[in-house]
């Protein structure tokens, strides 16, 4: 069984590693848009944005998800993630945000994004960014800090 899970980490095509990372940047990016409301509000959120804030999350998600697939950000070596796959993210995260804006201006009379703080998609922005990142270099950090672990792993 635990090797089971350790190859899905590892095949760069499996399905498995594939829906994992899906559900690890669906997270992310619902974390990124909290800690903007968190960041612009300065702790305390008022009641009347939390609409708001589901609003974008599901935007978010439906936007930003497949640019991401399509993308290729879930066909990446985790042991040797390079700033290629770095520069595809920053791509994908500015593209879907550009998108993501363009349509809460289409939207921003629509009572889900009445009062919406636009200063927030700018700060999810880098939050998507910084976590997804963050979560595409984990192994190759730990690799890096921990060296003699590469070998134990592969064994």
Avoid: C
Avoid at 72 to 90: A, C, H, N, P, R
Avoid at 103 to 112: E, G, K, Q, T
């Amino acid at each position: 069984m635990n090797n089971i899970f350790k190859n899905f980490l590892i095949e760069k095509r499996s399905l498995v590693r594939i829906i994992f990372f899906l559900v690890l940047d669906a997270v992310l990016i619902y974390l990124s848009v909290y800690l903007a409301f968190i960041v612009r509000f300065e702790g305390e959120i008022p009641s009347r944005y939390f609409l708001n804030i589901e609003g974008i999350i599901l935007l978010a998600w439906i936007i930003t998800l497949p640019i991401f697939y399509f993308s290729k950000l879930y066909y990446f070596d985790w042991d040797y993630v390079s700033t290629e796959e770095l520069i595809s993210l920053m791509k994908a995260v500015s593209l879907s945000f550009l998108i993501l804006t363009a349509s809460f201006i289409v939207l921003r009379d629509h009572p889900v994004f009445t009062g919406f703080p636009r200063s927030t998609l700018f700060i999810s922005y880098f939050f998507v960014f910084i976590l997804s990142g963050g979560a595409r270099f984990a192994k190759r950090i730990y690799l890096q800090t921990f060296p003699g672990r590469q070998m134990q792993e592969k064994e």
